[in-house]
């Protein structure tokens, strides 16, 4: 995962075809297990805290990592829980800079 956070995100122009097979596997082994690859379309992440405060404090965070690297996930707040999902949206389908986004997510939880 440390490679992955240490990337930047590269803004898509569409075009090329979303990540498939061995190059989807790699970017999620580099990951790490907390990210689920849903229909190979989209990456999905669930983060627990104490209460809503510390949750709504972590939704800020990744919006504003997400503002710094220009791609721009769902995000899904609820007490005590957000939930995360990244993809391309100009290809449908993901990318290295939603495994990119997704460490730097990874990296500032664990911070």
């Known amino acids: 995962m440390t490679d992955l956070a240490a990337k930047t995100c590269v803004p898509c122009r569409g075009g090329i075809p979303p990540l ?11 990951l790490g297990t907390n990210w689920t690859i849903v229909e190979d379309h989209h990456l999905r992440r669930e ?4 209460d809503f405060v510390s949750a709504l404090a972590f ?3 990744v919006g504003a990592l ?4 220009g791609h721009h996930p769902d995000i899904h707040l609820a007490w005590g ?3 995360v999902e990244i993809w391309t949206h100009k290809i449908d389908g993901l990318t290295e800079s939603d495994f990119v986004l997704a460490a730097k997510i990874e990296r500032a939880y664990g911070a």
Request: aromatic share 8%; glycine share 4%; hydrophobic share 30%.
């Open 20 to 30: 498939a097979g061995d190059e989807l596997t790699d970017l999620h082994s580099q």
């Open 66 to 69: 997400a503002e710094d690297e």
């Open 81 to 83: 829980r957000v939930a």
């Open 47 to 50: 983060y627990e805290f104490p």
């Open 59 to 61: 939704t800020n965070q």
